[in-house]
């Protein structure tokens, strides 16, 4: 089968032979849990627990009226210490719910428990997809209910799951792919079934042949679903960029999938919903690779929302000695940390460790014009021009030349001989439209 493409982009070293053939394996039971109170894209969540409450596992411990979130659970069995402020992966502060662990979980999450899919009509699959808190898992954490919520005016005709985990180093939609296969496509199935989708995709790239065959099996028997083989190019994990390799659609700039019938999913937030309607089980955990050249052991983990990362990493060796650089998520998009002290959310899916000769200090130089960041862009910007814009508050003209659309994927920044950190004037420029925006509104 050809391997499909987008146009653009870029090919960086993946590095995944640290951990790819490392099985997911569970992480010690952590004895307390920071919870941030905001784990997705929208409104942020109260707390539905106080200091001293006990809570079970799987519990429901914080949510919102609001349409556009997803609750929040307990990942122990234990005791509620504290509510307080704590800065997240991404460096924002938030509140968050201490748990001190019990000696022993008691699952109890309200979350009925149902073999199939045959007796649940689109709603329910999608209030069970609520209540359980699920939200996007490559790292984008938008509540996955409202994005199979589809308005009256649209149609859906393909789910797509997004197994091509393009991120340099990251192995775990990859795991998951080869060690629950049919959990994603029971979960690829209910989503299919919540947005009234007739088929489904599960595109993989061509760089994960276990992962392909071993999704292959499992659709083997289904006449809607099948398994897509995609070239290994960065950001080929992009929404737009699946939607255009695989169908040839291209969605319109400022739109969504949505307004070409399609709707995208990750391959592990697929196995996290056939979790929550088999099982009765919320997100309360995930998978996450500890990697890099200054990671002692390497390895797959399951953890629980809440564990600080730092023991994650003291439990994949420790960091080497010239360990220089700690990144949540990977390489390309993923969040510089000052220190370990900062619990994983649910879009938490890489713990990076980079060595100093990988993080030498680049001072950028002047722009030399050469036009190697128009080329790589997945979206057809034009960066280095935002890029000036930005710094000269150019608003009128940033929104003109759509820096909205930019997915912030870092292919440009990559690519310049300039060594400019054209990502971080792009997200500033885009900090700049949406605030004139929330003006004139
Ligand atoms: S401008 Fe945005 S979308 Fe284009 S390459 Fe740079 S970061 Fe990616
Ligand atoms: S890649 Fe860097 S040096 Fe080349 S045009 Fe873009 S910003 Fe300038």
Known sequence: MKALTFKQGIHPEYNKDLTKDKPLKNAKRPEEVIIPLKQHIGAPLKALVKKGDQVDLGQKIADSDSFVCAPIHASVSGTVKEIRKVTDPGGNIVDAVVIEAAEEDKLNSG??????????????????????????????????????????????????????????????????????????????????????????????????????????????????????TLETKYPQGGEKMLIEAILGREVPAGGLPLDVGVVVNNTSTAAAVADAIRDGKPLYERSISITGRGINSPQNLIYRIGTNIGDLVEEAGGLKEDAAKVITGGPMMGAAQKHLNVPGVKGTSGILVLVREE????????????????????????PTQLVNYAKNDMVDELEEWQVLSCIECGSCSFVCPAKIPLVHHLRLGKAQVMAKKREEN
């Open 111 to 228: 979350l009925e428990k149902h073999d199939s899919l045959d007796q649940l009509d689109s709603a329910s699959i999608r209030k069970i997809i609520r209540e359980a808190g699920i939200v996007g898992m490559g790292g984008a954490m938008f509540p996955t209910h409202v994005k199979v919520s589809i308005p009256d005016d649209k149609e859906v005709d393909y789910v797509i799951l997004n197994g091509a985990e393009c991120e340099p180093y990251l192995t775990v939609d990859h795991r998951v792919m080869v060690e629950r296969p049919k959990s994603i496509v029971f979960g690829l199935k209910a989503l299919m079934k919540a947005a009234d989708a007739p088929k489904g995709i599960i595109g993989i790239e061509e760089n994960k042949p276990e992962a392909i065959e071993s999704m292959q099996d499992a659709v083997a028997e289904e006449n809607n679903i099948e398994v897509q």
């Open 359 to 382: 993080v030498e200090n680049y001072e950028p130089s002047p722009c030399i014009n050469c036009a190697k960041c128009v080329d790589a862009c997945p979206m057809f910007l034009m």
